[in-house]
């Protein structure tokens, strides 16, 4: 178990939990919210099979890091991010965003810039919160209901969540046991980061940090998300970023890495070695 000092909160250290393995060319997975680092369990074999070093870890508040009181912000989870890729001495590197997880990787290049860099890749990145989609953002991420839910009835959000993160047409793409799984976990994190990381999501302006991108980006998304509009995610990041690279996987739903991991782990593996 390997964690890494990024902060104090009170006096007490702040830690990201995270696994380091494999040898190669790097390839850093950057969870969402509601979900923990557990959501990469079927990329990280695949991957270092394929000759990479994979490293991932739980941003702050979520799974198996510190729980602190504040830093539930995308400049902070961006802020981590750099952080531990200083601390692992990445270079060359691969980042993977998933869901909310993107606007950490994309606030990252923002501040950072790509020089640690030579891919991105997006799963399922939420609606830009600056651009035409930005009502679709704020209903996703910053809407009122979804704040009061969180302080009122978090784990029974979080559950409607997760289930919908999970499902085709309102039917589960993924068996029972592993839908509770994922709900355990994100019910564990901690409540505040759970309510701030909401409004921090529907906040982040992707197109403008799409504009800093320098390096080839593949974005991935379920033909079928109930999370968030496919067609139109598309459209706008074909916008944003003319050089994109686009796959849709077919009756997948928001989850892609979880129900359709096989089709999800070739597409960023191809991306990799082009």
């Known amino acids: 178990m390997s964690r890494l000092v990024v902060g104090t909160d009170n006096g007490a250290a702040v830690e990201l939990y995270f696994e380091d393995v494999g040898s190669g060319?790097?390839?850093?997975?950057?969870?969402?919210?509601?979900?923990?680092?557990?959501?990469w369990d079927q990329q990280v074999r695949p991957?270092?099979?394929?000759?990479?070093?994979?490293?991932?870890?739980d941003r702050r508040g979520f799974g198996r890091s510190s729980h602190p009181w504040d830093g539930y912000d995308v400049d902070t989870f961006a802020a981590d991010l750099a952080q531990l890729m200083e601390s692992r001495r990445l270079h060359d590197a691969a980042l993977v965003g998933f869901s909310s997880g993107c606007a950490d990787v994309l606030r990252y290049v923002a501040v950072h810039g790509t020089r640690r860099l030579n891919r991105l890749v997006l799963i399922s990145p939420p609606p830009d919160s600056s651009g035409p989609e930005a009502a679709e953002a704020t209903a996703m991420f910053g809407g009122g209901e979804s704040v009061a839910a969180s302080i009122?009835?978090?784990v029974a959000m979080l559950d409607e969540v997760v289930t919908r993160m999970f499902a085709v047409d309102g039917l589960a793409a993924v068996d029972e046991p592993t839908r509770r799984f994922h709900v355990a976990l994100a019910a564990e994190a901690s409540a505040?980061?759970?309510t701030d990381s909401i409004a921090a999501a529907g906040a982040a302006d992707l197109e403008a940090a799409l504009a800093r991108v320098d390096v080839p980006v593949l974005a991935i998304v379920g033909g079928a998300d109930a999370v968030t509009d496919p067609a139109r995610t598309m459209r706008w990041l074909a916008g944003a970023a003319p050089g994109i690279r686009m796959t849709a996987v077919p009756h997948a739903p928001h989850a892609?890495?979880?129900?359709h991991a096989e089709e999800c782990n070739a597409a960023v593996l191809a991306f990799l070695t082009s």
Do not use: C, E, F, N
């Not at 060319?25 to 959501?39: A, E, I, K, M």
């Not at 892609?256 to 129900?259: C, L, N, R």
């Open 25 to 39: 060319r790097p390839v850093v997975l950057v969870h969402g919210w509601p979900l923990s680092q557990r959501l």
């Open 47 to 57: 991957l270092v099979a394929a000759g990479h070093r994979v490293v991932s870890y």
């Open 152 to 154: 009122h009835h978090r």
């Open 192 to 194: 505040k980061a759970v």
């Open 256 to 259: 892609v890495p979880v129900t």
